[in-house]
C-alpha cells in the first residue's frame, strides 16, 4: 500500500541549481497535485494536472516546471532555484476524472524538504 | 478571490475538548475538510462536511458549519496527546477542480 511516493525526502541545492522532485501514484488517481508548506502559509498549489496529459498553474507557478509523465507520475523541476524556494513540498493525488469538481479525497505524499543556500 | 482563515496556534489539557475555528470566502464551497498532519508527515484526511448540512459527528469529531457565517469549527472531544498535530481546513468551491488549504492550526495537547 504505497500510496503517493515522492523522492527525494531532503535535497539542499545552491542557488542556481536545478532539480526535480519526483511523485507517483498507485491508486489509479486522475488528478495530480504539488504544493509548498511554508510557515504560517498553510499549503498553496504550485500546479495540478486535472487527468492525464494536462497541466495548470495554481496560485504559485513561478520558478516552476511541471511533467505529467503518465497517469501514475507528476513531476516538479525547478530550473534555477532560489533561496525563496526553500520550502517543504507536497505530491497529491486524488480520483477526479467524472467526480464532480472540488469532490474526492486528497492523498499526500510525506513531503520532500528542500533548502536553497 | 477564495481565503481560508485559521488561528496558528491552541492549547489545551489532555482529557479537554479542544475546537479549532475557520472561516473562508467563497460562499459556492460545496464541501469543507478537515486535514491531520503529523511531524514529519503528509496531510490525512479527517473528516468533510457537504455544505447543505449544519452538523457531521464522527466518534470524537464534531463539524459545525455556519453556512451564513462562512464558519466551519472542528471540535475534538476528550482529547489526547496523540491529536497534537497541525489542522488544516480546506474549502472547494463549486467550479474548481483543486482544494484552497488555510494556514493550520498547531495544536498542542499538555499533559
Known amino acids: 500500500n504505497a500510496g503517493v511516493t515522492q523522492t527525494p525526502k531532503f535535497q539542499v541545492l545552491k542557488t542556481g541549481q536545478s532539480m526535480t522532485l519526483q511523485c507517483a501514484q498507485d491508486?489509479?488517481?486522475?488528478?495530480m497535485y504539488w504544493y509548498r508548506q511554508d510557515p504560517g502559509m498553510g499549503l498553496r498549489l504550485i500546479y495540478y494536472?486535472?487527468?492525464?496529459?494536462?497541466?495548470d498553474k495554481g496560485e504559485v507557478p513561478n520558478g516552476y516546471n511541471v511533467s505529467r509523465l503518465n497517469k501514475r507520475e507528476f513531476s516538479l523541476r525547478l530550473e534555477s532555484a532560489a533561496p525563496s524556494q526553500t520550502s517543504v513540498y507536497f505530491c497529491?493525488?486524488?480520483?477526479?476524472?467524472?467526480?464532480?469538481?472540488?469532490?474526492?479525497?486528497?492523498?499526500f505524499g510525506e513531503g520532500s524538504r528542500l533548502t536553497v543556500l | 478571490g477564495e481565503d481560508v482563515e485559521q488561528s496558528l496556534f491552541l492549547s489545551v489539557r489532555e482529557g479537554d475538548s479542544s475546537v479549532i475555528n475557520c472561516t473562508y470566502t467563497?460562499?459556492?464551497?460545496?464541501?469543507l475538510y478537515w486535514y491531520k498532519q503529523e511531524p514529519g508527515a503528509g496531510l490525512q484526511l479527517l473528516t468533510y462536511?457537504?455544505?447543505?448540512?449544519d452538523m457531521k459527528q464522527d466518534q470524537r469529531l464534531t463539524v459545525l458549519l455556519n453556512k451564513k457565517d462562512k464558519h466551519l469549527s472542528l471540535r475534538i472531544a476528550d482529547t489526547q496527546t496523540g491529536d497534537s498535530a497541525i489542522y488544516f481546513c480546506?474549502?472547494?468551491?463549486?467550479?474548481?477542480?483543486?482544494?484552497?488549504f488555510g494556514s493550520g492550526t498547531q495544536l498542542t495537547v499538555l499533559p
Open positions: 497529491a493525488s486524488r480520483t477526479g476524472g467524472y467526480q464532480p469538481p472540488g469532490t474526492g479525497e486528497l492523498f
Open positions: 491508486m489509479n488517481h486522475n488528478s
Open positions: 494536472s486535472a487527468s492525464e496529459g494536462t497541466t
Open positions: 467563497d460562499s459556492s464551497s460545496t464541501y
Open positions: 462536511i457537504f455544505s447543505n448540512m
Open positions: 480546506a474549502e472547494s468551491p463549486g467550479s474548481a477542480r483543486q482544494l484552497t
